[in-house]
């Protein structure tokens, strides 16, 4: 199972700034987070997710009569009941595999992921074995590594409720808490033979999604966690401050998504404009394109598992199908339904599934994933260095 990062983009859906396409980060850690600030205009579309369907077709993604819908909801709050409550069981009889519904608070808080910030202790958590839920990451000045917590550590308890038993995603959810800055949340943690309880007080935290480095052979690593705001200008900022030559290994295994037009900025800095993708709203086909002005001659791979999602997947499937990049390791995830949101009585926030985005050569993504040029397993970054030497990438 993928490691779930402490509290950051808990299971985030997406969010859209005046029409702009949103596909989400994963569901893979727990409650999602969203945004209270809908546009007064219908939406073009907001969010991807994998419904696991057939290429092009419903399962998962079942259209939701959104009136009815706020019906509902309505007619729940007029007896005094939940409208959210009441949402929730319409959505969930619809057969809209990845519709949801969120209150107000939550949807503010995705919004502050997408811009590469979260309430949190600052650290990830994985699932190893039989030896319940551990520390993968502690994230450099948080609490947790002001606490001394190191990658290894094994979470026993959080606020008194024992993790084992429970999934990453439930362990994730518990560590996040209210999201609240200043609460304090209390974490049983043993190392070796050592076991002590220590309380951390949550804080706000900044994402670094994209990380850079220059490998022994000359070649340049650009790593991309999520698609957060800012993620795509990294990308293309570190493939123009390249050496001359020198090959890109794009690493996009784990990246859970995040914002469309981040991916099309990274597109951007490999493609000299043309299509990255194209989905469809109720019926109607819209493109997402690249910008101009790429580098296209620069040798290129990219790495992707099966932790490869949503956005991270349109960027894989576009530089694929155009012949840009070669494709290292195993098949992705396959998230592509694309989803609108809809404001409720209540303030909540339901968002269903309309359609399903495809790649260039109009390959479905949704419950398929795309299948790598070249599949590798453990060993997969030796053996893409090794392809990307051969393409002229390395010294």
């Known amino acids: 199972m993928p490691a779930g990062t402490d509290d950051l983009c808990i299971r985030p859906r997406g969010v859209l700034r005046g029409a702009v396409l949103t596909l989400v ?4 850690l727990a409650t999602a987070a969203v945004t209270g600030a809908l546009p007064r205009q219908e939406p073009a579309a907001r969010a991807a997710r994998a419904s696991g369907g057939d290429e092009g077709g419903a399962a998962g993604g079942a259209t939701v009569d959104r009136a009815a819908l706020a019906r509902a909801a309505a007619a729940a709050m007029a007896d005094g009941k939940s409208g959210k409550k009441a949402a929730e069981e319409f959505v969930s009889r619809s057969g809209d595999r990845w519709g949801a519904v969120y209150d107000k608070r939550e949807y503010a808080e995705f919004e502050q992921a997408l811009d590469g910030a979260y309430t949190g202790v600052g650290l990830s958590a994985g699932r190893a074995g039989e030896d319940g839920v551990r520390v993968t990451r502690v994230q450099p000045g ?5 606490a001394g917590l190191r990658a290894g550590d094994r979470l026993v308890s959080v606020d008194g409720r024992p993790v084992d038993g429970l999934s990453v995603s439930e362990a994730v959810s518990l560590l996040r808490g209210d999201g609240v800055p200043g609460s304090t949340v209390v974490l049983r943690v043993e190392r070796g033979r050592a076991a002590w309880t220590q309380t951390l007080r949550r804080a706000r935290l900044a994402t670094d999604p994209v990380t850079v480095r220059r ?10 966690a999520a698609f957060t705001k800012g993620a795509g200008t990294r990308v293309r900022d570190a493939v123009r401050a390249a050496p001359a030559g020198a090959g890109v290994l794009l690493d996009l295994r784990g990246n859970s998504g995040g914002l469309v037009t981040e991916a099309a900025v990274a597109a951007s800095a490999f493609l000299d404009g043309g299509l990255v993708a194209t989905y469809d709203v109720e019926g109607e086909e819209r493109a997402v394109y690249a910008e101009g002005g790429g580098d296209t001659g620069r040798p290129l791979v990219a790495l992707i598992d099966g932790g490869t999602m949503s956005a991270a997947e349109l960027l894989t499937g576009a530089l694929q199908d155009r012949g840009r990049a070669v494709t290292v390791g195993s098949r992705t995830f396959g998230k592509g339904s694309v989803q609108m949101p809809s404001a409720l009585p209540d303030g909540s926030v339901a968002e269903l599934t309309v359609g399903h985005y495809r790649t260039p050569a109009g390959h479905a993504v949704d419950g398929r994933g795309i299948t790598p040029d070249l599949a590798a397993g453990q060993g997969a970054e030796e053996r893409a260095r090794t392809v990307l030497s051969g393409l002229g990438g390395g010294s």
């Open 142 to 146: 948080g609490p947790a590594d002001r």
């Open 215 to 224: 490998l022994d052979d000359g070649a340049v690593l650009i790593r991309v």
């Open 25 to 28: 980060f994963t569901g893979v």
